[in-house]
């Protein structure tokens, strides 16, 4: 486990750089770990951003990519777009979440 300082807070990160809480996690947080990665988020990565929160919260284990393009309202070749090299790993850290089991 590993701490970063990020707008004044320090959040815990695990070994692969995913909050250890959800709790930690403010939308300006999201913003930051976005940019860290090149993104800027848009209305579009807020719908997979906050499913995969929701989901999270009611099956407490994020949800793999396929779940999160069928219910999120956004599909599978968006997702790609949105959150490339890794959709289903790149919007779960983004979202505070930590990585879907599905992914490696």
Request: hydrophobic share 35%.
């Amino acid at each position: 486990m590993t701490t970063k300082e990020y707008d004044g807070a320090t959040i815990e990160l695990d070994a692969e750089g995913y909050l250890t809480s959800l709790e930690q996690w403010t939308p300006e947080l999201a913003n930051e770990l976005a940019a860290e990665v090149g993104l800027t988020l848009t209305d579009r990565h807020w719908l997979a951003i906050n499913y995969v929160q929701a989901d999270y919260r009611e099956m407490k284990a994020s949800p793999g990519l396929r779940r999160i393009s069928a219910n999120s309202g956004v599909p599978m070749k968006e997702l790609y777009q949105l959150f490339p090299k890794g959709p289903g790993k790149l919007v779960a850290k983004i979202a505070g979440c930590p990585k879907p089991k599905s992914c490696l």
